[in-house]
């Protein structure tokens, strides 16, 4: 059993044979879903490097538990306890050849329309040949010339990638929300209850909604401090209240009959928690009562022991890295990315997005496609010798704009001077900025597909 198991293994790491695991107990799995995977987690590798990179915490475990460190770092050419392969440069550099692997594979695997010919072989396999090449690639970041002008330069293309990755995400929600309502009005022609469903899931959406924005106003304002958060929070309360009334305004039903409450709810609530996200985000302000210097406008969620700190901090890192690996995946199916595309149809503004996304990317299962038999392994479905399920360029594409995201991330946008991991939840001027333009570019997007049929109603004709 082991031998055939190895040569599969062999085959898929050197070869063009699709990965799969060793246990014939599994179940069969497709050709696109393992590719998928395995990006993701070459994706995921470096995101972790990247976070051991900018912890000094994990830096001194490691000069106090290897055995030679600090000559180790001298043979290596890596400064004095390995200060060039720390901090934010280092990720800069890390991030700069993750970025190039990606870049590169976009290019390459432009117009590939099957996986039957040799440049879907190359996306589809030699994994092995892939990872030295993605090492490679990292590695040699650090080799770069003129190191000050790159990471200058390097910064504000990170920052414009960063950008239009978020971008992405806040189109995919609208997406998101425009297809969930269809779904669920569409089934009301069949059963009734679906209007029960519907009716529920939007009074929770709302009342979420609202309960933030009370739980804001009650701990993140001050009477006498904390004049941003009471503006931005009044902006963001009252477009929500706009949007909502604008989606169910004869205007819009006329030309949208299935547009109704569930989007604004799901865009409310987004923007409720982007709003909460930010004001989490701002440097803390300081105000003097009774003589003291006391903290405002921020919302114990622990005692503040370094422990609870370092809890929270880890949840919220693989939180944030969670989503990153969700948005590049779910934004590379052809349904997805089609929907990114200005096209001329009726609907162009319901934009479309399948609520199974996740499945989809996890194990699919299916019989109408040629599968391989391996034997002693896990069965491998070739879902796409007929056409690809999704465009091999723009999913590198977008695992390029996730590199850059990733990168500014980490080291916190424009505050990366002795920024670490550890304070990735603490607060800063760029991060806050960029969640708050987040807020009102979502609520502008949703506001377009609700008026564009009326400002160009010629391109919305059926």
């Known amino acids: 059993m082991c031998t055939p198991c190895c040569i599969t293994q062999l085959a898929c790491c050197c070869g063009s044979a699709a990965c799969s695991c060793c246990c014939n107990c599994c179940p069969k799995i497709k050709q696109s879903t393992g590719t998928r995977f395995m990006y993701a987690l070459y994706f995921l590798l470096v995101t972790i490097i990247c976070v051991i990179m900018m912890s000094p915490t994990v830096e001194e475990a490691l000069r106090h538990n290897i055995p030679f460190y600090s000559e180790l770092c001298l043979k290596l050419n890596a400064g004095e306890n390995c200060k060039t392969l720390v901090g934010y440069s280092a990720v800069y550099k890390m991030c700069f050849g993750m970025a190039c692997f990606f870049l590169f594979f976009s290019i390459f695997t432009i117009r590939v329309n099957n996986s039957t010919g040799c440049r879907a072989a190359v996306h589809n396999g030699f994994w092995l040949i892939k990872f030295i090449v993605l090492v490679a690639c990292c590695a040699g970041g650090f080799f770069l010339p003129e190191e000050e002008t790159f990471l ?176 590049c995946l779910t934004s590379t199916t052809r349904r997805s990315s089609a929907a990114l595309r200005v096209c001329r149809n009726s609907d162009f503004y319901m934009l479309l997005m399948s609520l199974t996304c996740i499945c989809h990317f996890l194990l699919c299962f299916s019989d109408d496609y040629d599968e391989e038999k391996t034997g002693s392994g896990q069965n491998v479905v070739y879902d796409e010798r007929e056409g690809t399920i999704y465009s091999y360029a723009y999913f590198h594409f977008v695992f390029f704009l996730g590199s850059l995201y990733v990168m500014m991330t980490a080291t916190n946008w424009f505050h990366y001077d002795d920024h670490k991991i550890e304070k990735l939840l603490d607060g800063s001027w760029s991060v806050f900025w960029i969640k708050m333009v987040s807020c009102w570019v979502c609520l502008i997007l949703y506001m377009w597909t609700l008026v564009a049929p009326m400002v160009c109603p010629k391109r919305f004709e059926a």
């Open 152 to 327: 200058e330069v390097w910064r504000y293309v990170g920052a414009l990638g960063g950008f239009f990755f978020l971008l992405i995400q806040l189109m995919l929600l609208v997406e998101f929300a425009h297809r969930w309502n269809t779904n669920w009005n569409s089934g009301v022609k069949y059963n009734r209850l679906w209007y029960a469903a519907l009716a529920f899931v939007t009074l929770t959406l709302f009342s979420a909604a609202v309960g933030a924005l009370v739980f804001m106003g009650l701990f993140y304002t001050h009477p006498e401090a904390c004049l941003l958060n009471k503006i931005f929070l009044g902006i963001n309360g009252s477009l929500c209240f706009v949007v909502s009334l604008l989606a169910i305004s004869p205007c819009i039903q006329k030309l949208q009959p299935t547009s109704g409450l569930l989007q604004p709810g799901v865009i409310s609530l987004y923007v409720m928690y982007l709003t909460f996200s930010a004001f989490s985000s701002k440097p803390k302000e300081m105000l003097e009562i009774n003589g003291v210097n006391t903290t405002v406008c921020v919302f114990s969620f622990n005692s503040g022991s370094e422990s609870d700190k370092k809890i929270v901090t880890g949840l919220g890192t693989a939180l944030l890295f969670a989503c990153v690996l969700y948005s």
